[in-house]
C-alpha cells in the first residue's frame, strides 16, 4: 500500500517553533504501517498557496499512491485541487478540532474527501444533517512512549506541572492552586518557561509526581469570568465552549505520568476512571485532589502504573492510524 501524507515538518510550518506533530506522531505511525510512505512537507508553500496545489498535485500524481492522508488546518488546499485528487485516489482528512469548528470549517470541507475522521462523537449527527456518510470515529494519541519504565526508581523533580499554551482559564486555575500554596510548574506557550521539546516533555511527564491536564475551553464558573476585564472578554469572543479529549490525555501516561485531568465527555471508553486516569470536576476538588495524591503515593503509583499499561497498548497513533487504515481498506 501506498501511502501520501500531505504534513508540516515543523509545529505551524515554522521551523523556530520545533518539530510538529506530524513529524514526531503521524509519519512514523504510517511508517509501520507500510513501507511505501511517501510524506509530503508543504511547509515552504504556506505562503504560496497557488505554488501549494500545482506542488501537492504534481507529487500525488507522481507517487500514483491508495491513500493520500491530509490533516487540514485552515484553506491550504482549494476545493479544486482536493476535489481533483478526490477523483483519483482514496483521500482522508483528520477533523481535530469538531467541537468548535465543524460548522465554521468542517461542513464546508468534509465533502471534498473520500473519508474523514472525527474526534467528536456528538459530531457524528452533524455529518449525517449534511448527508455526509464515509466519517470514522477516531481519538487522539500519543506521539510515542517510553519502554520498561522501572516505576521505583523514577526521580520526581515537581510535585506538580503543567505542559500546554496558556490561556484566560488556565491562568486563573494556577493562580487559584498558588493562593492555596500549591506550586504548579508551568511550560509551554505564554508561560515564563515557554515551549519545550517533545523530548523535554517526555521527560516533564515522567519526572512529575502529578501532571495537570487543564482545559483550554472558557469555563462557566462565575469566578473566573468575572475574575478580570481581560478573562471576561475572553469567555465572551472564545468560540471553544465545548470539552474535548485531547492528546495530552494519552501522552502523559505513555511517558509514565501520572495524569489529573479535568473530566471530558467519554474519557471513560479510553481510560478507567479512578483506575487508569484521576479526574477532576471543579476548582475544589481539583484542590483536593491534588492533596490527596501527593499525601498517598502509593494509591497514585497504582493509577500510574495502570493508565501507562493501557496507553502504551491502546492509545498511540500507531494504533489509531492501523483501525483506521484497515476500515478504509474494506471498502477500498
Known amino acids: 500500500m501506498k501511502i501520501v501524507p500531505i504534513l508540516q515538518r515543523y509545529d505551524y510550518g515554522i521551523k523556530s517553533r520545533g518539530d510538529s506533530l506530524d513529524y514526531k506522531a503521524l509519519y512514523p505511525a504510517f511508517k509501520q504501517i507500510t513501507d511505501e510512505v511517501y510524506p509530503f512537507w508543504y511547509d515552504e ?45 482514496t483521500t482522508i482528512n483528520w477533523f481535530c478540532d469538531d467541537q ?40 487522539w494519541a500519543s506521539f510515542g512512549f517510553n519502554k520498561d519504565i522501572d516505576f521505583d526508581k523514577i526521580y520526581y523533580r515537581y510535585d506538580v506541572s503543567f505542559v500546554g499554551a496558556t490561556s484566560g482559564y488556565r491562568r486563573w486555575i494556577v493562580k487559584e492552586l498558588l493562593k492555596k500554596g500549591i506550586k504548579v510548574v508551568c511550560f509551554g506557550y505564554g508561560w515564563k518557561n515557554g515551549r519545550v521539546s517533545f523530548e523535554k516533555m517526555a521527560e516533564i511527564f ?5 501532571n495537570l491536564n487543564i482545559s483550554n475551553s472558557v469555563s462557566y464558573d462565575i469566578r473566573y469570568m468575572f475574575s478580570s476585564i481581560r478573562t471576561f472578554r475572553e469567555f465572551l469572543i472564545s468560540n471553544k465552549r465545548a ?90
Open 45 to 89: 508553500y504556506l505562503t504560496k498557496k497557488d505554488e501549494l496545489q500545482k506542488r501537492v498535485i504534481k507529487f500525488v500524481d507522481d507517487v500514483r499512491p491508495d491513500i493520500v492522508y491530509f490533516t487540514l488546518m485552515k484553506d491550504e488546499f482549494s476545493f479544486k485541487t482536493l476535489d481533483y485528487l478526490k477523483s483519483k485516489y
Open 206 to 210: 515522567k519526572t512529575s509526581k502529578i
Open 243 to 332: 470539552e474535548q479529549i485531547k492528546a495530552r490525555n494519552f501522552e502523559i501516561p505513555t511517558f509514565g505520568g501520572f495524569q489529573l485531568t479535568n473530566y471530558v465527555p467519554f474519557l471513560e471508553d479510553y481510560f478507567k476512571i479512578g483506575e487508569e486516569v484521576a479526574v477532576y470536576t471543579s476548582l475544589e476538588d481539583l484542590l483536593l485532589k491534588i492533596k490527596y495524591y501527593l499525601e498517598n503515593e502509593s494509591e497514585r503509583k497504582r493509577i500510574l502504573v495502570k493508565g501507562y499499561s493501557r496507553a502504551i497498548n491502546d492509545h498511540t497513533y500507531s494504533h489509531r492510524l492501523k483501525k483506521i487504515i484497515e476500515e478504509i481498506r474494506i471498502n477500498l
Open 100 to 139: 468548535w469548528r465543524f460548522d465554521s470549517f468542517t461542513k464546508y470541507y468534509a465533502p471534498h474527501f473520500s473519508y474523514v475522521i472525527t474526534v467528536d462523537r456528538f459530531a457524528l449527527d452533524k455529518y449525517k444533517e449534511i448527508s455526509y456518510k464515509n466519517v470514522i470515529l477516531s481519538q
